[in-house]
Nanobody, 123 residues
Framework: QVQLAESGGGTAQSGGSLRLSCVVS????????LGWFRQAPGKEREGVAS???????NYAESVKGRFTISRDVAKNVLYLEMNSLKTEDSAMYYC?????????????????RGPGTQVTVSS
């Protein structure tokens, strides 16, 4: 069983930065997908960034150039570095994973997800 636990959310001012972390517990296999999606109140889930076991990274257009996804394989931790934050980035952010290749369009429907961490960006 794979378990995910996010941390690092909080409040930042517009233009500021936050870094989210996600500890990945359990065996995820050789072929896997790790990523982040977000959901704001009253809005649909939105895939933010993904990284596959093959190292391929994808970002939503809305965060390209501002967010960076990375992983520490030795520590089993996934990160999301968020810079130049905007008020529209405010949402609950979820770490997600699947024992399969990454398809960015399916990022919001992967098999595993954490409880989420809130990110609030104030103007």
């Amino acid at each position: 069983q794979v378990q995910l636990a996010e941390s690092g959310g909080g409040t930042a001012q517009s233009g500021g930065s936050l870094r989210l972390s996600c500890v990945v517990s359990g065996y995820i296999g050789r072929d896997y997908c790790l990523g982040w999606f977000r959901q704001a109140p009253g809005k649909e889930r939105e895939g933010v960034a993904s990284i596959g076991s093959n190292g391929i990274i994808n970002y939503a257009e809305s965060v390209k150039g501002r967010f960076t996804i990375s992983r520490d394989v030795a520590k089993n931790v996934l990160y999301l570095e968020m810079n130049s934050l905007k008020t529209e980035d405010s949402a609950m952010y979820y770490c997600t994973a699947d024992k399969n290749y990454c398809y960015f369009t399916l990022l919001t429907r992967l098999q595993y997800r954490g409880p989420g961490t809130q990110v609030t960006v104030s103007s």
